[in-house]
Nanobody, 132 residues
């Protein structure tokens, strides 16, 4: 069974940090770009960050640039999202998704995250709450 499982969410104070993990089972993640999304209550899902299959390319939403860092450990079949300087507006359910065997795609602004219709596997999400 092809599956992605997120973990690492929780309650953190503003200015704090969390590291989310996305672990794949049933398939090798090393040839798949992975993207993190989030969805806050009452809001649309938002792409947060993505990483190419070998980790050479990354992309961040403007809202998290400079605060979040995406990385991957292909040997461990895991992608991480390190979140620093968290703000209340980062509160959301965070999901990871993978696009099987997709090569990197580049646009005028550089590396582009996989298109939604190319994402083959999604996790169930992990809740991040930033509050004092």
């Amino acid at each position: 069974q092809l599956q992605l499982v997120e973990s690492g969410g929780g309650l953190v104070q503003p200015g704090g940090s969390l590291r989310l993990s996305c672990v794949a089972s049933g398939f090798a993640l090393d040839d798949s770009p992975v993207e993190w999304f989030r969805q806050a209550p009452g809001k649309e899902r938002e792409g947060v960050s993505c990483i190419s299959s070998r980790g050479g390319y990354t992309h961040y939403a403007d809202s998290v640039k400079g605060r979040f860092t995406i990385s991957r450990d292909n040997a461990g079949n895991t992608v991480y999202l390190q979140m620093n300087s968290l703000k209340p507006e980062d509160t959301a359910v965070y999901y990871c998704a993978a696009a099987f065997r997709r090569p990197p795609v580049f646009g005028d602004s550089g590396y582009m995250c996989p298109a939604l219709d190319t994402l083959d596997a999604w996790g169930q999400g992990t809740l991040v709450t930033v509050s004092s």
